[in-house]
Every structure is written in structure tokens, then in C-alpha cells.
């Protein structure tokens, strides 16, 4: 570790403990906080994701302040300088310069466990069955995605003269429905082999597509901060392009992949090759422009028909259930849930943007569930009402608008509340929906599903 | 990602393109060059670990200046920096300063590796079939840690006049039998069921908790640079406490761990539970003043007997496969290699160094093979050479020392050479001797060995 030369007067030594014990007692609380919300949420069956999020607003900056992300320009709690700084022999005071100095290393596991989690995303996209149901599936996906897209905007730019930049960042934050919190409810339910189940994850593997390309797109358009036709054309192809190579790549490169990884003889080469793959793909996406996190997905669905995807999942697996709760503990600490205090008058608007975002975050979806078409008997509700959790990719969107320093706080809030909202309702009401109908065709759970898809990321 | 100021005149966006191009960038070269080495060295029946620093210096401050750690001084290759600054749109001799500012980032998630390495050791430790060999095995690991650590630090103070606190670091570098090293080359040969093998392995393990007792006992007198008897004392006592309090716990206290992880019903909570036994013993270690290593290393034993184990082993495994490649790398890549160049009369000494330790290291062990008693026969020399490759715990030795600047780079190079050397010769001495004579008593490996231990790690 680097010493700060302006923290001379304290010994290297003492200097070092107190990173080491920084970096370790965040470390603990970060997991003790998520774990806790998420063992309380799984016993009212609600996904694990809206504790760990939870965990991060009670911890972070909005709460405890024993997770303060520097950028929150938020005072860290004195108890827990005054514990590191009482055990490492150094002045309290000295404490959170330290505290933030380390940060950046947080940041950097944080991404780590993101860029996994959308690999993982990817490499779990079941592009066959997709195939089976994909008519009806890519018109639910395209109607969900144009219908929240236009209307959040739209209506954020008329009625609450957001600028164009956010506008567009906060519609495109409510396009893409999460897979891994919609399948584990479907799961749970016995819902997941029926029509209505296929079409609804096939259309979240869609809109996934689609929502990490706008993603790609808007971040890097929005990091201009200007809206010039040329770019954004040049910025979509270039991502339509980059997505469409690693869908073909993954129907024709697999093998070439396997035989790479075949080769490899000292242990541990899959999991290696895997993210070679993963780390190319994203210095490409980052080199022509786009989103890392792009190529993250991208390397996904390259490796999803990979002979080895089941040994690569398992492995990958783990690095996601710590990595990724970091990165959703993190995007929860970063919140300044202030500016919704219902009872300041200047806080107000931001709470009824957050309400009209939460609105058309569900009407654009539950709409899209009548998209489906042709003569099959199909329940158009259940549909919609599956297509409603944003969980994950929603989080994403947030996390890296934070970090862009694209959003205003008020706007990062109403992103936040439409997550959880949409993540909280969906298992809620698909139950309601869904009690006294038993599925019509067999309850058979494919194994991919059984589980939550997500189980180490919550 | 923290801005820093002086960067200003550079747009943030680009900014943070040129963060990401290097630490992905970084990450690929890592592994695709230690995965190349490794895949060399495997093909010659070599411990692939020995790949990983090969590798480190080839891409690092001796090599390639592809990989350079801030401490090092080294100028960061022009190549590296006109790719990443020619995509990025940043001058290429603002790169090294981008570079530098998030090297901390992979130091951490080398330090992870390190931790997760330790516990994994821990875990793997068989502590029942220690008990079957127990007289023999600790009567080989003391001979074998008194021998060098004694040799070693009275030689080099004696001969080569160096400072008592560096003789001494030095000295216990070498006490520390790698048992993933060792067990995959008696595994290997067949040789693992024998009395021999057992003995070693047995040896081996006990040689590690000597081993990182002395290590934590030794950074923490090193770092206030005097030589008392009071603080001596009172660290040995506490080293020997925690651990001995870890061995009772591994008996005791895994019921309850078992329990609590039991309780947990969202995903990934066995993963999560040693996750934050690992943290929480880690805080415990550094705040009585040993090192965070010992706490990892002891979370290991404590969760070792575990009814999970297993489950455990496999979700961290992939985790010291991608993370303890970092810590390995690195370790070459901060290495020196101009101290020992042999045409430099100044530099003759370092060698002249590097072989006397090299030498104590392999008699010492050798001899400690001779500590074998009781009527039935064994091999003595099998057991000594066996005990012979130091391999990862020597580098964390190393990598621990140099990131506490303990080290000159004469010994840092000498005690590098010492592992190279040492893990190098084990297994082809090892096979030398062994070559005609086939095993006595089966040769039936256990599942734990039946792969390399360190699988994950190589």
C-alpha cells in the first residue's frame, strides 16, 4: 500500500494497521449488514437482492455512516474511527483520510463482483429456449422496453424539465427486467415451464440485450453531455454490432473456446480461460467506446454454449456471491435518502418524480404482457406482473449513473424506489395472481431455474 | 473512482475510460502470462506455481515493465502507455500517474487472494491424520524449522553481517514446507499413503503454524525495528495463544458454526459464513497486534472440521484460483533482478547471499528427515527432500516483507531465489529417488490429494 506522505508524522506501521483493520471491518460489516436483511427478506419470501440494497441505505450514507462512499462527501461515524483509531494507535481525526485514501480498492472489488454477475447474466441466457418461444417473447421484450423508455423520458422531460441527459438515463434504467428474481419466483411457484413462464423469461433475456445496449450507449453519449445525432447513431451500431458478433460467436466460437480451454493442462484453466475472455471482451467494448459492462455480458454469451458453461457456472458462482453483494451494498450506501424527506418542502418534487417513475415502471411492463399474440390461451397479466421486477440490471444502470456522476440525487432516489418497488410488488402480487390456479402443463422446474440463477449474488 | 485534481485538465470521461483500459489491461496481462508459464512448466511435471513468478518477473520491474508496483520506482513500459493513452485520448506520460493511483486496487485484491489462500490452507490441514503420524511429523517440523531459521539468521548476521532484523525475517522465510507443493508431488508418484508421505505431509502442516506463528511474530517486532526481549516475548505468547485457541475452536466450536451457517436460508450463506469467520478472525489478529495472515490462516483450522468443508473448499477454491495468481505475480513483478547481476562486482554479494541460502535451506530440511525415529524403516532422505519445496508460504514471507519494506533487495532476491529454487529441485529429486521403487503399501491417494491442493492456486 501507497503511504500518503502528508500522514508522515504517524509510523508506517501503525499506518498499515489501520488500512488493514479499515479494510477488514468494512469488509465485515458490509457482509454482516447484507446477510442479515437478506436472511430477514427470504422469510417472507421476497428476493435476497432488496436486503442487500437495504443493508447498504442503513449502513451507508443515508444511515449509520459506517459505509461512506468519499463522493458522498458524507462525515464517516466517529465510533468507527474512534475504533480503528484507538486499536492502531493513531488520532481518530487521521481516520477517514485513510478511510477514503482505501477506498478506491473497495470500488475496485465492487466492479469485479459486477462485471461477474453480468458474465454470469450471460452465460446463463438460455438462447434456445429462447428460439422456442421467440415471437411472442421479442414482441413482449420490445414493447416493455420502448413503452418505459418513452414514456419515463418523455414525461420526465415535459413535466418535470429534466434534462434531456438524465431524462433519457432514467427511462433507460427501467427497460430491463431482471432475470434472476423473475425466474426464482416463477420457480417458486411452479409456474416456470408454463407458456406464460417461458415467454417471460425469454423476453427478460431479451430485454436484458437490449437495456445493456442503451446502457452502453447512454453512458457514453452522456459522458459528452451534449446530444448530437452523429455519435448516438455511431455509439447504437457499434453496440448492436458488438452484441450481435458475440451472439453469432456464441453459436460458432464455442468450439474454438473449448478447444483452447481443452489444452490447458495446469488446474484451474477453465475458470482462467473464462475470464481471459471476460477481461478481452471488455477492453474491446472499452476501446471502441462503449461500456465495459457490455462486454462483460458479451463474454457471457460467448461462453453460454461453451461444453464446460455448467463447470465455468459453478466457479464463477462463488466470486458473485461475494462480489456482486458488494457492489449491491454499495449502491445502497451511496444514497442520500434526504432529499425524499416528505416533510421539506424542496425535497417534494423528487418524491413525486420517484412516484411517477414507479407508475410508468409498471404500466410499461404489465402493458407489454398484452403484447403477446395469436391463438394460444395465454394469461396476459401473469405475463406483465412477471416482467415487472428491474432488481439487478435496474441496479447497474443506477450504480454506474452514480458513478458517472450523471444523476442528481433526487433522480438517483426515484431509480432506487422504482427498483425496489418493482422487486418488492412483483413476487407480491404474481402470488396473489397466481394462488388458486395451479400451472396447466406440468410444474417440472428445469435445473438451470431451480435455484435462483442468482443464488451467489444474494 | 476518486478524480485526482491535478488530473483536471483531462475530461473525467476520459478519465475513466484510461482507469479502466488499465486495470483491465493489467488483469489480462497477469493472467495470460502467468497461465502461459504455467502451462509451460506443467507440460514438465513443475509445480505451476513456479510459473506465476516466472511470470511476474517477465512482465515486471525486471522484465517487461508491463506490470510495475509504485514501490518499485520502475518507469512503466512507453508501450503500455501509448496503447492505453492513444485509445483513451490522454497523453501517454499522464498514463504512469493513472496507473500508479489504482495500483492500490490490485494490491487488494492480491491481499484477498493471499487471506482466502491462507484459509484454504487452513481448512485443507488434516488435522486427524496429523494426529496418527503426530511424534514422527513433529519431531521432523521442529528439526526442520529450528535447522534453517537457526542456520539461517546466525549465517547471514555472522558471515555476511546482516542487520539481526533482516537475518532474522530471512531466517523463518525458510522455515515453511509448501503442502500443496509437497502433496501433489507424492500424490503424483503414488507415494502419498506411504509412511513417508504421511510423515511429510504431517511435518509439513505443523511447519506452516510454526511457520506463520513466527512470521506474524516476526513483522510485527520488524516493523518497530528493535530487538527487545519484553515485546518478543509477549508476541510469541500471543501468537502461540491464537492459534492454540484456533486448534481448540476447530475441535469445539465447529458444531457451532455448523449451526449458525445451518440457520441461514438465503443462497451462498456457507460461503458468506467463512467469509466473515475469515474477517472477524483477521480483525482479531491485527487488533492484539500479529498479522492479519495468521487470522486467515486460523480461520482455516477453526472451520477445517466443519461438516461443510467441502462445500466450502469448492466455493473458495475459484477464489484462490483467480486472486492468489494476482498475489503470485506480483510477488516476481516488485523483484529486482539488476542486485544479483553477476558481471556488477557491487551486486556479487547479494549472490554470494542468495547461495548461502539456498544452501541452508536444502540442508536444513534434508536433515530434518534424519529426525525420523522409532524401529520401523524409513526413507529418511524421502522424507527430507520431500519437506524440501517452500513455494507459497516462503512468497508470503516475501510479498509480506516487501510490501513492509523490511527487505534490502539483495535479500529479497535471495529469499526469491530460495523458494525458485527449492520448489524447482523437490520434485525432481523427488522423482530421481523414487524412480525404481514403486511404493510398499498401496498406493491409494486420498480424494483430498487425489488433485493438487492448490488447484485453485496454479
Redesign the interface.
Known amino acids: ?2 503511504l500518503p506522505a502528508l500522514l508522515s508524522e504517524i ?3 501503525d499506518f ?2 489501520a488500512e ?2 479499515i ?3 468494512r ?2 460489516l458490509i ?2 449488514a ?2 442479515s436483511l ?2 430477514l ?3 417472507f419470501e421476497l428476493p ?1 437482492i432488496l ?1 442487500e440494497l437495504l443493508a447498504g441505505v442503513i449502513i451507508g450514507a443515508s444511515g449509520l455512516h459506517l459505509l461512506v462512499p ?2 458522498t462527501q458524507v462525515q464517516l461515524s466517529g465510533v468507527f474511527s474512534n475504533v480503528v483509531g484507538g ?1 492502531a494507535h493513531i488520532p481518530p481525526d487521521e481516520i477517514p483520510e485513510i478511510y ?1 485514501e ?8 465492487s ?2 463482483g459486477l462485471f461477474s454477475l453480468l458474465f454470469l447474466t450471460g452465460l446463463e441466457s438460455e438462447l434456445e429456449e429462447l428460439i422456442a418461444v421467440g415471437a411472442q417473447a421479442f414482441s413482449v421484450a420490445v414493447v416493455g422496453v420502448v413503452l418505459p423508455f418513452a414514456l419515463g423520458t418523455l414525461g420526465l422531460m415535459g413535466i418535470f424539465h429534466v434534462d434531456p441527459v438524465q431524462a433519457i438515463f432514467a427511462g433507460a434504467s427501467m427497460t430491463a427486467t431482471s432475470i434472476g428474481i423473475t425466474a426464482s419466483v416463477f420457480g417458486e411457484l411452479g409456474y416456470l415451464r408454463t407458456r406464460e413462464g417461458q415467454i417471460v423469461i425469454g423476453a427478460a433475456v431479451l430485454d436484458d440485450i437490449l437495456g445493456i445496449v442503451i446502457l452502453a450507449v447512454v453512458v457514453s453519449l452522456a ?2 453531455g451534449t446530444l448530437e445525432i452523429a455519435p448516438i447513431v455511431q455509439l447504437v451500431v457499434a453496440a448492436v454490432l458488438f452484441v450481435v458478433v458475440a451472439l453469432v460467436l456464441s453459436q460458432k466460437a464455442a468450439p474454438a473456446f473449448d478447444w483452447v480451454v481443452d ?7 477453465k ?2 480461460g473464462s ?2 475472455l471476460l ?2 471482451s ?2 474491446i467494448a ?2 471502441i467506446g462503449l461500456e ?1 459492462a457490455l462486454g462483460a455480458f458479451a463474454a457471457g454469451l460467448i461462453a453460454s454454449t461453451s461444453k464446460h458453461r455448467h463447470e465455468i457456472q ?3 458462482t ?2 458473485v ?2 462480489f456482486a ?1 458488494v457492489f449491491f451494498v454499495l449502491v445502497g450506501a451511496g444514497m442520500d435518502l434526504s432529499v425524499i424527506n416528505p416533510s421539506d418542502p424542496s425535497a417534494r418534487s423528487a418524491l413525486v418524480i420517484a412516484g411517477f417513475m414507479f407508475l410508468v415502471a409498471i404500466v410499461g411492463k404489465v402493458v407489454a404482457g398484452w403484447a403477446v399474440f395469436g391463438p394460444q390461451k395465454t394469461n396476459k397479466l401473469v405475463v406483465g406482473l412477471g416482467m415487472l421486477p428491474r432488481g439487478e440490471v435496474g441496479l447497474i444502470f443506477l450504480g454506474l449513473g452514480t ?3 450523471l444523476l442528481s440525487p433526487g433522480l438517483e432516489i426515484a431509480i432506487l424506489l422504482m427498483v425496489i418497488g418493482t422487486t418488492f410488488l412483483a413476487p407480491v402480487l404474481l402470488r396473489l395472481v397466481l394462488k388458486d390456479k395451479p400451472p396447466e402443463d406440468g410444474n417440472e422446474v428445469p435445473e438451470e431455474f431451480a ?2 440463477p ?5
Chains 1, 2 share one sequence.
Open positions: 500500500m501507497l509510523s508506517s506501521h498499515e494497521v488493514t483493520l479494510g477488514v471491518l469488509f465485515v457482509f454482516v447484507a446477510r437478506a436472511e427478506l427470504v422469510r435476497t436486503g468519499p463522493e486499536i477514503n482505501s477506498f478506491g480498492a473497495l470500488q475496485a472489488v466492479n469485479l459522458a459528452g489444452q490447458l493442462k495446469a488446474p484451474g484453466g475458470l482462467i475470464y481471459l477481461g478481452a471488455c477492453f472499452t476501446a465495459a459453478a466457479a464463477v462463488p466470486i456471491g461475494l453483494t458513478a458517472a456522476k435455484a435462483d442468482l443464488a451467489g449474488a444474494s
